[in-house]
Nanobody
Framework: QVQLVESGGALVQAGDSLRLSCEAS???????????VGWFRQAPGKEREFVAS????????LYHSSVKGRFTISRDNAKKMIYLQMNSLKPEDTAVYYC???????????????WGRGTQVTVSS
C-alpha cells in the first residue's frame, strides 16, 4: 500500500515560483520505481483536474495545456519523492494540489490508485 504525503503549498503572489514535494512510503524503492506518478489539482467548486504526470523512469512527462511551459514534474526514485516545480504562477493556479500514483501511466484520475491528502496553493493577484 503506497502512502503519499504532499508538502510545499503556500500563499504566493502572481509571478512567483513554488515547488511542491510528495513523499511516498509503505513501498520499497524497487516498487516505487515501477509506478507512474502525477499531480492533480482541485479548485473550489470545480472538479479535480490533471496537471502533470510522468512514467516510472521519469520520462515522457505530460502536462495540462494551462501549465505547459510553466510547471515541471520530476521524481527521485532513490528517495521515493515526486516534485512539481511551478513557475510564473497565476491566480487561476489556486487550488489544492494532490500527488497520485498509478500502475498505468496516463492523465485520467480514475487510473490513479493512490492519492495524497493534498496541499493548498493560493496565488494572489
Amino acid at each position: 500500500q503506497v502512502q503519499l504525503v504532499e508538502s510545499g503549498g503556500a500563499l504566493v503572489q502572481a509571478g512567483d515560483s513554488l515547488r511542491l514535494s510528495c513523499e511516498a512510503s509503505g513501498t520499497s524503492i524497487g516498487t516505487f520505481s515501477t509506478i507512474a506518478v502525477g499531480w492533480f489539482r482541485q479548485a473550489p467548486g470545480k472538479e479535480r483536474e490533471f496537471v502533470a504526470s510522468v512514467t516510472s523512469t521519469g520520462s515522457n512527462p505530460l502536462y495540462h495545456s494551462s501549465v505547459k511551459g510553466r510547471f515541471t514534474i520530476s521524481r527521485d526514485n532513490a528517495k521515493k519523492m515526486i516534485y512539481l516545480q511551478m513557475n510564473s504562477l497565476k491566480p487561476e493556479d489556486t487550488a489544492v494540489y494532490y500527488c497520485a500514483a498509478a500502475l498505468i501511466f496516463g492523465v485520467d484520475p480514475r487510473r490513479f490508485d493512490y492519492w495524497g491528502r493534498g496541499t493548498q496553493v493560493t496565488v494572489s493577484s
